[in-house]
Nanobody, 115 residues
Framework: VQLAESGGGLVQPGDSTRLSCVAS????????MTWFRQAPGKDRELVAI????????KYSDSVKGRFTISRDDGKNTVYLEMKSLKPEDTAVYYC?????????WGQGTQVTVSS
């Protein structure tokens, strides 16, 4: 199983951006996907979950209404659309999947929100 995030970078407060996570090595359509983030000096935070059927089932309170998780099964990709970004959204963002009881993580992508 391999997960590869992309799309991070430096953005200004109020901007929007989209993260992508391309998955390989397993049957993508059979598993839900999760985005986490970790800011410097803070605990890892669950950001959003999407089911194998493509239904978002959870957003953290801190991103609800601003972030949208989605998936494209034809591209083995899960997305995190982020709008109205705030400096407190600065973090490394990871996608993850649990396959046969084991949690797989990507290498993460840095998002920095700063003017």
């Amino acid at each position: 199983v391999q997960l590869a995030e992309s799309g991070g970078g430096l953005v200004q407060p109020g901007d929007s951006t989209r993260l992508s996570c391309v998955a390989s090595g397993y049957t993508f359509t059979n598993y839900g996907m999760t985005w986490f983030r970790q800011a410097p000096g803070k605990d890892r935070e669950l950001v959003a979950i999407i089911t194998s059927a493509g239904n978002p089932v959870k957003y953290s309170d801190s991103v609800k209404g601003r972030f949208t998780i989605s998936r494209d099964d034809g591209k083995n990709t899960v997305y995190l659309e982020m709008k109205s970004l705030k400096p407190e959204d600065t973090a490394v963002y990871y996608c993850t999947v649990r396959v046969e009881g084991y949690d797989y993580w990507g290498q993460g992508t840095q998002v920095t929100v700063s003017s």
